[in-house]
């Protein structure tokens, strides 16, 4: 397994409730492949550098996991049709 950074932002429009669920989604969808959280840190609400999706600032959290290189492509997919994950970037440690 190979350890990973994941950062993203989510909808300003989101409740706090929404938030945490979004979270601990993600979270569970790295657990359920075998997958290890390390940490999980919230940035809290930021401002973007440009407008995305007409909106101005968003909740950053930043994950530290270990998972299998195949996971990365399925959780990118499950991101991508999820409409309050505004941005992501995953990298290799």
């Not at 359920?32 to 909106?55: C, H, L, N, T």
């Not at 990118?76 to 941005?87: G, L, P, Q, W």
């Amino acid at each position: 397994m190979k350890k990973y950074e994941l950062l993203y932002a989510i909808s300003s429009t989101q409740t706090e409730t929404q938030r945490e669920d979004i979270i601990e989604k993600l979270k569970k969808f790295v657990e359920d492949r075998k997958g290890k959280v390390e940490s999980i840190e919230k940035w809290g609400m930021k401002k973007f550098a440009y407008p995305i999706q007409f909106k101005n600032e968003g909740f950053y959290v930043l994950m530290n996991f270990e998972a299998e290189p195949s996971l990365i492509k399925e959780m990118e997919n499950a991101m991508n049709i999820t409409e309050s994950i505004v941005r992501k970037m995953f990298v290799a440690k």
